[in-house]
């Protein structure tokens, strides 16, 4: 009797208490059991809340930042490159060590079947994702593409920790380029990731015999000037293996080819320097003083020395000019000097606007404009800089002046 009783009651109690727990199967554990399982959904629900606080702030980014805000949400991208054996994983190794970039993820490239360059990294840090067997300005559209589509979603889906930084470091011999141009053009990679910059790691100690000293050099020495003046800032490293002198050439030489870009030394026994940590690290759109001062440096200065067979002209606009004029004149040269256009960046005030509009391109890319909401420094000029390689600095100005209508 007393046990159909105590049946009924269990019966009743489970019935009653049915519509309070989160599932019947837990009906039949134990009360510390279901505390237990519960605080485990507690733990689960604050980590899938912060995979979607994180997913949110590219959502928001997904139609691009907002014109009048200067933080963009969407993960900074930024590029570590330098030629062969100049201490770009030396210089990664230390960039993880900052706790600045504990929600950092790096994408080691290399050359060949078989990655190297990662185990060095790993002895650091376990964040490591190995794009191997080619060259990254050669596998770019496939490769890294496919790989930056992946880890996003696999953040997502919880599978790996959220980030909000992509470093990656490339084979010596590859171009930033190529990563700039997937990024402005890869709908997906567009809404999700931006490019923050490119830091280029110069060897101190053989950059001279890199950059080479005749006018027509060799693929590999084109490839180390590339890097150079695609470079947001320059980092020489073994200063300590060579005296003043010869530190001093290296940097005129750097100055020479990119004139305005940042140069700083790598010192072991030192922190990093604030100009290599602003660029992964920043927020902002755009910088207009840095700008400004990059645009100074090449004020008054008409065809410089060549490295590599890099040169520049400046292209100072004094003419009223309209956007469809200035685009139409640019597709014009940039398809038909294409790959010796090596950069392309200024300021343009349009006609009929107070403020100008930064352009950046890269060989027959010209990317969107992005509008200031002041004009940066003192000046008021309308000033565009080219650098190219193998070509002649005043038969391209000529082209340009006569295409932009500033003849």
Same mark, same amino acid.
């Given at each position: ?31 510390? !059991?279901?505390? $237990?399982?519960?605080?485990? @959904?507690? +733990? ?7 995979? =979607?606080?994180?997913? %949110? ?106 980030? !909000?930084?992509? $470093?990656?470091?490339?084979? @010596?011999? +590859? ?7 997937? =990024?402005?053009?890869? %709908? ?155 950069r392309i960046k200024g300021l343009v005030c349009f006609a009929g606007e107070a ?53």
């Amino acid at each position: 009797m007393r046990g159909w009783l105590r049946g009924i009651q269990a019966w009743v109690i489970r019935a009653l208490a049915y519509p309070y727990l989160p599932q019947w199967p837990m009906a039949h554990l134990s009360w510390h !059991r279901q505390y $237990l399982q519960g605080a485990r @959904g507690c +733990a689960r629900q604050r980590r899938r809340q912060a995979v =979607l606080n994180w997913a %949110a702030g590219m959502q928001s980014a997904s139609v691009g930042p907002d014109a009048g805000s200067k933080v963009d949400t969407r993960i900074g991208v930024t590029v570590l490159t330098g030629f062969l054996g100049s201490g770009k994983t030396t210089l990664l190794n230390r960039l993880l060590r900052e706790p600045a970039y504990a929600d950092a993820l790096v994408i080691v490239n290399e050359l060949g079947e078989v990655g190297v360059d990662h185990v060095l990294v790993r002895s650091v840090d376990d964040r490591i994702v190995l794009l191997e067997g080619g060259c990254i300005c050669c596998t770019v559209a496939g490769g890294l593409v496919d790989t930056l589509r992946d880890l996003f979603m696999l953040a997502l889906q919880r599978r790996i920790k959220p980030f !909000r930084r992509v $470093l990656i470091e490339t084979t @010596g011999m +590859a171009s930033p380029a190529p990563i700039l141009f997937t =990024l402005r053009n890869d %709908a997906f990679l567009a809404a999700r990731y931006v490019y923050r910059g490119a830091i280029a790691v110069a060897d101190g100690e053989h950059l001279l015999q890199h950059l080479g000293r005749d006018g027509e050099a060799a693929p590999a020495q084109q490839e180390a000037a590339q890097q150079l003046a695609l470079a947001d800032v320059v980092v020489v490293s073994k200063g300590d293996l060579v005296g003043p002198d010869q530190s001093a050439r290296a940097r005129e030489a750097i100055a020479e080819l990119h004139p305005g870009v940042p140069i700083v030394a790598l010192d072991p026994l030192a922190a990093l320097p604030a100009a290599v940590m602003e660029v992964s690290l920043r927020a902002e759109r755009v910088e207009p003083p840095a700008l400004g001062r990059w645009l100074s440096a090449f004020a008054g200065r008409g065809r410089l020395g060549r490295h590599a067979g890099v040169s520049h002209f400046v292209l100072d606009m004094v003419a009223p000019l309209s956007r469809g004029q200035f685009f139409a004149g640019m597709h014009d040269i940039q398809a038909r000097y294409d790959q010796g256009l090596l950069r392309i960046k200024g300021l343009v005030c349009f006609a009929g606007e107070a403020f100008p509009c930064v352009v950046h391109g890269v060989h027959r890319q010209l990317y969107p404009l992005e509008q200031l909401p002041h004009w940066p420094g003192d000046g008021r000029a309308s000033r565009l800089v080219f650098i190219l390689r193998g070509l002649d600095p005043e038969a391209v100005g000529a082209d340009v002046r006569r295409a932009l209508g500033q003849d």
